[in-house]
């Protein structure tokens, strides 16, 4: 599949192919696969966790910033060998995933998430919710994410962010 060949699809198709980028996005993450994770992107990507009010603003400040696959499985290596955190599980609830056309070669998609975090002693929460903004490009490999601004609607996270959203 080219870039040409996302605008010549239906509209149906365009939706299948999303959604289903972004179900396998969100099962790399749920289901520890993390390694897996920078794969659903292309090597010249950006990958942005904002707050809501940051966004609104016009604001470029991040909880989280990554501008190339490298920089994506830098923070996996990070999290698995350096960084120190409670053990925890997330589960992604995905809806309204909505594509909003093709531009310059990219399918443009806009959909919500809340993700629940379970700690090991059981208790799960709302950790997070919010809505992802991506950009994908069609790849011999199939659709893949050129950008993902991740957008969250608290103006704070409760404890610290180490899992991709």
Known sequence: MTSLELSALAPSEQHFLASKLLSDYVECIDDDR????????????????????NADRGLPTS??????????????????????????????????VNVKGVQDGELLVQSNYVVFQTLVEGD??????????????????GLRLKSKRVVFDTYRIPNLLVTPL
């Open 124 to 141: 799960t929460q709302i950790f997070n919710a919010g809505k992802y903004i991506d950009r994908m490009v069609a790849t011999p490999d």
């Open 63 to 96: 909880a989280m910033f990554c501008d190339s696959r490298g920089m994506l499985r830098d923070r996996i290596v990070a999290l698995r060998h350096a960084n120190i955190y409670a053990k925890h599980y997330y589960r992604h609830v995905l809806s309204n």
């Open 34 to 53: 993390l390694e897996e994770w920078p794969d659903l992107f292309v090597d010249d990507c950006v990958y942005q966790v904002i707050a809501r009010e």
